[in-house]
């Protein structure tokens, strides 16, 4: 999702996202179709890219995986619902739990509902964090855009499915440290390297915009290896 994107409703900005329970699992190897390998954007330092923040990183896989991909995305965008929905459980059975790929997830928020959803995520106890992104996710027009018009009780509704109090859901969205060092991990994507839509994918050195097939994203991934 672009910057420019910001003005469509939320109708439809969150138009074909489907509901699905919590979890990044498949139950069967995949077998991936051949496809052309994605063309990147621009070249990016990675070795800048893969420092920290002001953030802990939230990695899936091992470190010393020869293919590292750092994902920048924000809770309400579509495309990247599609992308953790579609795309990363079989990259991540394939690739992540075969010692192949570092993924990280960063956040992105374009809104006031994606940082809110990104604190929640935040404060959710661990391991529960990839799960937690997973559910608000495959449930985004539930909660970023209700019948109601109530976003803060979809929420919570949706936090106590992972074990949150009406308590601990008030005070992780009233911690403003955590609110500021979201907001920093955004800025400084957008300013040290570049991000201005999302999903962005920062994999081994080059940035690629935009949301990717299993197909596209495994060629991709089976050139670097």
Known sequence: MSISELNLTKRHLLAGIATAAVGITLSAPVAFAAAEVPAADRDVDMD???????????????????VKIVEYMSMTCPHCANFHEKTLPAIKEKYVDTGKVLFIIREFPFDPAATAAFMLARCAPEPQYFN????????QRSWAAPADGDVRGAM???????????ESFEACLTNAQLAADVSAVRDRGANDFGVNSTPTFFINGKSYSGDMSVESMSALIDSLL
């Open 132 to 139: 937690f992104v997973s559910m608000l996710l495959k449930q």
């Open 48 to 66: 800048a890219v893969l420092k920290p923040g002001s953030l802990p990183e939230k990695t899936m896989g091992d470190a010393n995986a020869p």
């Open 156 to 166: 919570l509704q949706m936090s106590k499915l992972a074990g949150f109090t009406q």
